[in-house]
Every structure is written in structure tokens, then in C-alpha cells.
């Protein structure tokens, strides 16, 4: 009897068991690849993405490249012939805005100890530069998704192609680019000036971090300006990690400056912002600031940002279809807006259709792939040169300029921009440009 009910028990114990590995096995919900082992069952896609974690740079590639891998990862991941690669995410937190050697040793370690097939991201370019020579040492793609500086591929690519050819970049326009672009939207804005204001000559102080990326920028802009009808005051190159800049901000308003003309990358942004408006400094600001992308850009500088504008990768605007899927689904999920440097989530998909075309992940013959890829992203479509730099102008990738207006940060570019005789071009759900009220209050009637 005792036998009898022991089995009765026994064989009510298997069936809950097999109902419970049944149950499991129908549950459709995404793996994460992060918490699976890796084994016969899965294949692994190892992406190191590279920046400094901690900053705006690094946050953002890394939440635009999760944002990727879910999205993938969730579809079926990476189909390679009769293999699917699921894709996995390794943090590569190089300090990169405090130290060349970290950087270099961040890379170096992901290839060592975690086996990373290839790397997105970079934004220094002191520390891009080296890191990417450890990749091409051991023929990884490395995806530039930060860095501007031309020479990272200029030199390189074209010089010693064999050596190079894994090395690209798709975000942002390369710093030539930048500077075309930078003097588009001071051009915008010095027309709202002359319109609005009734100024024919506006005044432009130069106000630019000390760093390597934007000197061709400070040197053609003292050239460029006065080509454009525009007078330079003069010029201001604050540390990129600096506290106060007070003086300089002064010292431009006492040159009567109508347009400030700025690119920070660094955390001086922040203190521009905070301290233009803080000290009411009677002129426009334009040009490129990384922090000015950020969600919590207002908070930080105590609601003082208002009115700045900034160019920027993405912009809630249609450059494609995918462009305001992308920027809201970023905030939803990060409660931030994307910044130049969350191009990773492009690049991703990029690299995902590339590997699916080929058929394999081997490195030279992703690199080619590449090389020859046509790929409409959130960011534009994305069409690499000679020196596997991303395209920039109309039709391609454009880049936005966005503003801060009411407490939100809107796409004011392009908004009717004619790049072309007979052409005009403007984004759906981009905005006009807005002088700030006390630029009005104050040269209105000067």
C-alpha cells in the first residue's frame, strides 16, 4: 500500500515537471543574452562598446547600442547561414576623457579577456586614435561613433588600406563636415537676427573649447565669419572641464556680441549654459555643445540652457521614417534624448544587415561589406566615402540642430533650408528658431 500511494505521489511529481518544461518552453519572451551561457545552443555576437561610462558620451553609446541588441535580440538576433548569433553587449568604459593610457588598456583588455568581435563607439580623439591601432592590430572593426576628427580615417584608409580597412565611422559628420555644417546654422540664426533685430553686420564672439577636434573650426571661423557679412569680436578658448567662464562670458558682452558661436564637447558646456543665462549675456548661442543633448541639460544648468541651441545627430524630425520611432523610444526608455554619440544604435543595425548579407562575421569580409553599405537609419541614410566616412548633405546624412523652447528640446533644423537653387528642404516636425526674449529685450531698440 505504502509502494502503491509512493508511486501514485512519484507520478504526480513527473507530470507537474513536464508541464512546468512545457510551460517554459513556450514562453516567447526575448533571451538576454547577458545571463545565458554560452554553449552548443547559442551563438554569440561580442560588441564592445567603447566611451567613457559615467559621461554623457559613454551613457548614450551604451543606451543606444541596448537599445539595438533588444531590438534584434528580441527579432531572432543575426542570421549567419544556418547559425543565428544572438548579440552581446560588453561595457568598454575607457576614462577616455581623463586618460589616453586607460583607454588604450580598455580596448586591449576587451580583446584579451573578453573576446570582443568588434567595437563601437570612441569619442575623444586623442584616445580614438590610439584604440583604434589595437584594433586594426587584431582585425577588429572598430565603428567610430563619436569621434569627428577627419585624421582618424584621412591618412589611414587611403594610405594603407590593408592595415585600416576595418575602421569606420557613422556618427557624427567628421569635423570638416561639422564646420560646414556650424556655419549653416550660424547663417540661420544671423538671419533671424537681421530680420528680427533690424542689425546688418551682427557681431560674433568665438567661444570654443581647448581640444584638438575643433581647431580647424576656430581657425576657418576667424576667415569665414566676415565672408558671411558678420564681424568677429574675438575669440575665447576655455579649459573643457571648466568650472567658471564668467570672465570670458563678460568679456564678450562688453565686445556687444549679437551671436556667440560655440563648441563644447565637454563638461564646460554645462557652465556655459548655466552662466550665459545666468548672467543674461545679450546674445544668441549656436553652434555644437554634447551636453546641450542631454534630457537633463536644463536642470543642470538650473534652467538657465534655455534658448541654446546646438546641432546634433538626431532631432525629433523625419530624416527618415526610423528618426522619431527612434528619438521617442530613447526617451521612453532612458528618459534622456539622444546625443550624437548613441549613433551605436545605427551602427548596430548597420553591421547586423552586413553580417546578414555575407553570410559570416569574419572580419575582412565585414569590412568590405561595409565599405559598400546603402543603410537608411534613424540618423539619415548612411553611405561611406574613399575613407569609409559617413556621407554628409542633403539626401544623405544631415545631422539637426536643435533648441531648447518652453522647457523642451525641438528640431529647428533643417527648417526651410535651400542647400540648392530650386530646392528646399524641411524635416516633418521640425520648428522655426527662436531668438531668446532678453536678445530681443535688449537690442530690440538699440
Keep these: 500500500m505504502f509502494r502503491h500511494r509512493w508511486s501514485i505521489l512519484s507520478l504526480l511529481i513527473l507530470v507537474i515537471c513536464i508541464l ?22 547559442a551563438n554569440f555576437l561580442k560588441v ?56 588604450v588598456s580598455a580596448v586591449e583588455r576587451a580583446i584579451a579577456v573578453d573576446d570582443v568581435d568588434l567595437f563601437i563607439g570612441g569619442f575623444r580623439t586623442e584616445a580614438v586614435l590610439p584604440m583604434t591601432e589595437v584594433a586594426v592590430d587584431n582585425n ?36 570638416i563636415e561639422l564646420v560646414t555644417l556650424s556655419f ?65 562670458l563678460t568679456e564678450i558682452q562688453s565686445q556687444g556680441a549679437h551671436i556667440i558661436y560655440m563648441a563644447n564637447s565637454g563638461p564646460v558646456a554645462i557652465t556655459y549654459g548655466r552662466q550665459w543665462g545666468e548672467l543674461e549675456i545679450p546674445a544668441c548661442s549656436v553652434g555644437l555643445s554634447v551636453e546641450n543633448q542631454k534630457a537633463g541639460y536644463l536642470e543642470a544648468t538650473g534652467g538657465y540652457g534655455e534658448y ?28 534622456d534624448t539622444p546625443s550624437h554619440s548613441a549613433g551605436t544604435y545605427d551602427a548596430l543595425y548597420l553591421i547586423k544587415d552586413a553580417i546578414e548579407n555575407i553570410g559570416t562575421i569574419d572580419s575582412e569580409a565585414l569590412a568590405e561589406e561595409i565599405a559598400n553599405a546603402d543603410y537608411e537609419g534613424a540618423l539619415g541614410r548612411v553611405v561611406f566615402d574613399e575613407v569609409h566616412d559617413v556621407t554628409w548633405g542633403p539626401g544623405f546624412v544631415t545631422g539637426f ?26 524635416y516633418q516636425g521640425a520648428v522655426p528658431y527662436k531668438i531668446p526674449p532678453r536678445v530681443i529685450d535688449y537690442w530690440k531698440d538699440r
Aim: proline share 5%.
Design 308 to 335: 541654446d541651441m546646438s546641432l546634433n545627430t538626431y532631432g525629433r524630425a523625419a530624416a527618415t521614417e526610423k528618426s522619431i520611432p527612434f528619438w521617442d523610444t530613447f526617451m521612453e526608455t532612458y528618459d
Design 140 to 175: 577588429k572593426i572598430f565603428m567610430i561613433a563619436g569621434a569627428a576628427d577627419r585624421s582618424l580615417l584621412e591618412g589611414r584608409v587611403d594610405v594603407d588600406y590593408d592595415r585600416y580597412k576595418y575602421l569606420f565611422r557613422i556618427a557624427p559628420p567628421n569635423n
Design 20 to 41: 512546468l518544461l512545457v510551460a517554459t518552453g513556450c514562453d516567447d519572451s526575448p533571451v538576454d543574452v547577458d545571463e545565458v551561457d554560452e554553449g552548443e545552443e
Design 184 to 248: 549653416i546654422l550660424l547663417n540661420e540664426v544671423a538671419n533671424s537676427v537681421r530680420a528680427e533685430l533690424g542689425i546688418d553686420t551682427p557681431r560674433v564672439a568665438i567661444l570654443m573649447e581647448m581640444l584638438t577636434w575643433n581647431e580647424p573650426l576656430v581657425q576657418i571661423a576667424q576667415q569665414q565669419i566676415p565672408a558671411m557679412g558678420m564681424e568677429v569680436v574675438g575669440v575665447w578658448r576655455p579649459s573643457a572641464t571648466a568650472t567658471d567662464i564668467s570672465t570670458e
Design 401 to 426: 540642430s536643435n533648441q531648447w523652447q518652453d522647457g523642451e528640446l525641438v528640431a529647428v533644423w533643417p527648417y526651410e533650408w535651400s542647400p540648392a537653387e530650386g530646392v528646399e528642404i524641411t
Design 48 to 103: 564592445g562598446i567603447v566611451g567613457p561610462m559615467g559621461f554623457v558620451q559613454g551613457d548614450h553609446s551604451w543606451y543606444g547600442a541596448e537599445l539595438a541588441k533588444e531590438e534584434i535580440n528580441a527579432a531572432g538576433g543575426i542570421n549567419v547561414g544556418d547559425k543565428n548569433y544572438m548579440i552581446q553587449t560588453v561595457m568598454v568604459d575607457t576614462n577616455e576623457l581623463q586618460s589616453v593610457d586607460d583607454a
